[in-house]
């Protein structure tokens, strides 16, 4: 036989094995089939770090799938307001949402809880929390209830206390004090006789420039820098007590996810991994270049609470975590697994982070 027919046979029989091979391994229908889903977020579109998250979390779910899942991403108000992205994925009029689980407390209260609780956990505690806790479990018994699954999927670290136009020396202070503040801290300034008000992302800086409010938070320095707070407030007050590590999160609705094939199931949860630590990362690697910034260019006055004004207002937040957990049975064991697990991971600390904190005069 010649050299060329040799060739073409082995050719031809490699090419039949192959086929054979195809034949007799079929791959599965659902390995095929392509998805193409919608994201809503409660962010402006393309919003730095929380907008960009959700964003690259549907990027990185597409690469890992080989495009079998495909999610259009919108930002708050493309398709629907930011705060009925809940509604929108519960009851599958999309699959998925970005967002933060404190915006929901009106659907339950303790949805706050997978997002930010004043003076609570950290990031770092948060997903000891979430990932080897408990508090997956928790939110998944929580969100089930409306038909979603929910993961962290970004996280703030510790945020700014807020821009005030005037100094907080004691508690008094706070008192008719009209600010932009969120969730359960809302709540705890309310208890020391100020006005939380809320006020949409788009919107603050107005308010504030114009004095419709006295003081806003918003997350920390170098998102605070992009919001321009630094044009309408002197004091940039730290630490932020109301969110101490406020977690982002994805949420797809339950039916089209277990509908979903294991391997694309596998890949929303890596991706959403990916991005409750890119986001973390970004916040952490650039806040204080932008800190120097507001304080070398804008004049910027950074002031602590005193400790005094931060042990009232523990004492509050305290005091609302109990009325919190007599609301509902769920919500007290997500409120009690939630203090059991921030009292183990502070003892821990106090021999750990908090003693190597201590080193840095070295
Ligand atoms: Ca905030």
Known sequence: MKRRDILKKAGVGAVGLGAAGLALKPRKASAKKVYNWKMVTTWPPHFPVLGEAADYTAKWIKEMSDGRLNITVYGGGELVPPLQVFDAVSSGTVEMGHGASYYWAGKHPATQFFAAVPFGLNAQGMNAWLVAGGGQELWDELYAKFNLKGWPAGNTGVQMGGWFNKEIKTIADLKGLKMRIPGLGG????????????????????????????????????????????????????????????????????????????????????????????????????????????????????????????????????????????????????????????????????????????????
């Open 187 to 362: 709540k705890v300034l309310a208890k020391a006789g100020g006005n939380a008000v809320l006020v949409a992302g788009g919107e603050i800086y107005t308010n504030l420039d114009r004095g419709v409010i006295d003081a806003t938070e918003w997350v920390g320095p170098y998102h605070d820098s992009k919001m321009g707070f630094y044009k309408a407030a002197k004091y940039y007050y730290s630490p932020g007590w109301h969110e101490p590590g406020t977690t982002l999160e994805c949420m797809v609705n339950k039916k089209k996810y277990d509908a979903l094939p294991k391997d694309l199931q596998a890949i929303i949860d890596a991706a959403c991994a990916k991005s409750n630590m890119w986001s973390l990362c970004e916040f952490e690697a650039k806040n204080n270049k932008y800190l120097k910034e507001l304080v070398e260019k804008h004049n910027v006055q950074v002031r602590q609470f005193p400790d005094a004004v931060l042990a009232q207002l523990k004492k509050y937040s305290d005091e609302l975590l109990v009325e919190l957990a007599a609301k509902d049975p769920l919500t007290k064991k997500i409120c009690e697994s939630y203090i059991a697990f921030k009292k183990q991971y502070d003892e821990w600390n106090a021999i750990s982070e908090e003693r190597y904190a201590k080193l840095k005069h070295l």
